[in-house]
Every structure is written in structure tokens, then in C-alpha cells.
């Protein structure tokens, strides 16, 4: 394994570790002329940053685009990044749920590029000793989440990090200064067993006590979806249902992957795919671009003038089986 394969594999830790989610994308196979080579990879960040070579400036735009694409659906991708049409004599026919994308900007060339997501392990802590607090961090381990169990006195705020769900589950030992304890500590999410008429009280007792009410907002209370009468072990089933479905909903990302997803927001208003070659074009405010053509009262944004002038010798042929 090269220097730069390290880099990507080290840089892949640091972004793991901040609970970052990120694409990696592998070269599995080229075709002469294309400057990428076979076991390239690169690191794509959800903000289209990319770490590593994967390919000339066609192919780069394209990969990131569809990393991005990657990284929101949490579902590999093949691609297969060419200059004609599956099948033709230069290459081979293109097995089912590839992605094949025209690379007109590639010479001769194409690739085929494996594209996966790399979503970090969620970090959950329930506070407690009951059955249900050791079934909830059983249950959650099985899905491969990275569950712990703590308690009092042992507890401490470094068992808590920004990326940490916790759910509170002394129920009547130590409830006041536990739930304390992990409210300063700021968790991405802290969850509360508790009645609604317990955690109310539970909560008005530490705004007394000078708890922040910014901090005590945030706590979920009671924890967990109402599955109806439940019995105490049940309880873990619903409080899992929850952070399951708060996770799919994009409800734990950090400070830095909220301002990241607000970045790309803004990027992605400012650009447009060219439909022959894919790469992103810059379009300013006004709508402008270099090269430009108007099909059937839609403007399409080109990255040179070749792709535009594809486009408009036969519109139909890159219009019909555009990937979305």
C-alpha cells in the first residue's frame, strides 16, 4: 500500500472519529487512455472535499457528484464512467445496478469506480442498572452501535462526548444529579425514563438548581416511542424505535455536519450538471454560465463548448435516461 493510500485510510480515522459520515470511491477497473489507475482511491467528504486522486478533471466531478448521492442514501454505487454507449465494441456490456455515466470529455478512456458510504458507529450510553438498561445496550450492540452502560457514583462528563446519545434510566436512584450531569455535558441526544408527570418535576427541580433551560430543553422526556402498555423490558424496544428513527431523520449530526449540509445546500444552487459529460458547471445568481443552450424552454449549462455542441446536434439522446 502506497504513502497516499495512507493518507486517505488516516484522514478516513479522523473523520470517523469526529462522527463525520464520507464516501470512499476505488478504481476497480480502466481503460487506456484514462489517467486513473486501477486501486486509486479517494476520500469524499459530504461537502464534495476530496482527498486522493481518482481521475482527470472529468472523471473528478462526476465521482464527487455521485459520492455525494452516496453519502445522503447510505447505498454503494458502481459507476461506470465512459465515452460511448454500453456494449459498443470497446466495452463490455454493463451488468445490471452499475451506474453508467457518458464521459465525452474522457478520450477513449472509462472506468469503473466502486463508491461506498462510510457512516461512523452512533456512541450510546444509558445510565442505569436495570434489566432494561443492559437489554437496551444488548440491542443496540446487535445493530452494531457502539452501546456502553454506566451509573453512580462512576459517572462522569468525560463518558460523554458531543456525538454521545444517552439515555438516563436510574428511575429514582439518583435521577436529579445524573440527569444534571448529562445535560451539561451536551450530548447530541439525552433521553429521559421517566413518567411525563416524573419528568416534568425532574426538570423543574433542576432549572431551580440554576440548570441552563436552553440545556434542559433538549431533553427527550419520556424517552421512546408510545408502543401502548409496555412491560419494563419492552421499554428498551420503544426507546431503540426511537433513536432508530431520529437517526434515519438526520436528527444526530454534529455542529460541523449541519453547517456542512448548509454549505452543500448553497453549492448546489449555484451549479448545474452538464447533461453530456456530467461535470458540475458554476451558474452565477443571474443564471449565467459560459456555455449555454436552450432546448424546449429549459437552459442547459455546459462545461465547454464540444459538450454543448453534442447537445445540440441530437438533445434527445442525453435527455432520456437522466440519473436522478
Known sequence: MGDESWEILQRARELADRGEEFALATIVWRQAPSSGQTGARALITADGQIHGFIGGACAEPVVVREAQRVIRSREARLLFLGTTEPGDAAFPAVPGGMVYVPMSCQSEGALQVFVEPVVPVLDLLVVGRSPMVLLLAELANDLGWSARVADLPGLTADDIHERSLVVVATQGHGDEEALELCARARPAFLGLVASSKRGVSLLEYLAERGVPQELLNRVHTP?????????????????????????AAGAF??????????????????????????????????????NTHEHDGTTYHFCCVGCRDRFAGDPARYLTDQEV
Not at 451549479?271 to 458554476?282: L, N, S
Request: charged share 20%; aromatic share 2%.
Open 253 to 290: 449530526s454534529t455542529p460541523a455536519q449541519q453547517a456542512s449540509a448548509a454549505r452543500r445546500a448553497t453549492d448546489e444552487a449555484t451549479q448545474a450538471i452538464d447533461p453530456v459529460c456530467g461535470m458540475m458547471v458554476t451558474v452565477d445568481a443571474s443564471g449565467w454560465s459560459a
Open 223 to 247: 424517552v421512546g416511542l408510545d408502543l401502548g402498555h409496555t412491560s419494563h423490558r419492552e421499554i428498551a424496544v420503544a426507546i431503540l424505535a426511537e433513536l432508530v428513527r431520529l437517526r
